[in-house]
């Protein structure tokens, strides 16, 4: 299986700060044939499913503000809030789809400094 | 738009059995790879199962594996999991959701999610 692992476990930013929360996988989810990356990003808010943000480590999903983004490529990525919201304060999770089982991170909680 | 409603989460016993069902709307479910994700009480994500468009693939999580056993009816834009030897650590919201592409990928639309709470 490949293992996913994000850090940090959380981190506290100020309203309009920049926040970084980096994934590494145990094995490269950089497919050659087609050089993408298998790997997505969700946000989850307390009491709601995960929503999708990036796809394919760095592609914004449609509706997705543009002050997130994803990076990097093969083992290790980024998820980067370029200025932080009172309403970006969720849990963030990576997950791999380069194969089954399709694992997450252990999530990243982002809190108000 | 897309729509996903699970039911049929519960109490039941170790040992039990129970069947989550997963209503779909606004899209054409006949297209699509489907999965199972849960969420243990104050814990992370665990993807459960897929399956694909047609049925012919399916995988399971190790944890589940021989225990859960996940179909679809695409006349009936229907998803399922049917859950035996339920213990404990299956306690969690169970989240019916819809996979990205005609092979499969990530998820990208996901329901409100259905609680199972195994104990005696």
């Known amino acids: 299986d490949i293992v996913m692992t994000q850090s940090p476990d959380s981190l506290a930013v100020s309203l309009g700060e920049r926040a970084t929360i980096n994934c590494k996988s145990s094995?490269?989810?950089?497919?050659?044939?087609?050089?993408?990356?298998?790997l997505a990003w969700y946000q989850q808010k307390p009491g709601q499913p995960p929503k999708v943000l990036i796809s394919?480590?760095?592609t914004r999903e449609s509706g997705v503000p543009d002050r997130f983004s994803g990076s990097g490529s093969g083992t290790d990525f980024t998820l980067t809030i370029s200025s932080l919201q009172a309403e970006d304060v969720a849990v963030y999770y990576c997950?791999?789809?380069?194969?089954?089982?399709?694992?997450f991170g252990q999530g990243t909680k982002v809190e108000i400094k | 738009q897309v729509q996903l409603v699970e039911s049929g989460g519960g109490l039941v016993k170790p040992g039990g059995s129970l069947r989550l069902s997963c209503a779909a709307s606004?899209?054409?479910?006949?297209?699509?790879?489907m999965s199972w994700v849960r969420q243990a009480p104050g814990k992370g994500l665990e993807w459960v199962s897929y399956?694909?468009?047609?049925?012919?693939?399916?995988y399971y999580a190790d944890s589940v594996k021989g225990r859960f056993t996940i179909s679809r009816d695409n006349a009936k834009n229907s998803l399922f999991l049917q859950m035996n030897s339920l213990r404990a650590e299956d306690t969690a919201v169970y989240y019916c959701?819809?996979?990205?592409?005609?092979?499969?990928?990530?998820?990208?639309?996901w329901g409100q999610g259905t609680l199972v709470t195994v104990s005696s």
């Open positions: 959701a819809r996979d990205w592409g005609s092979s499969g990928s990530y998820s990208d639309s």
């Open positions: 606004g899209f054409t479910f006949s297209d699509y790879y």
């Open positions: 399956i694909s468009s047609s049925s012919t693939t399916i």
């Open positions: 094995q490269s989810v950089l497919y050659s044939s087609n050089n993408k990356n298998y």
């Open positions: 394919w480590a760095s």
């Open positions: 997950q791999q789809y380069y194969n089954t089982p399709r694992t």
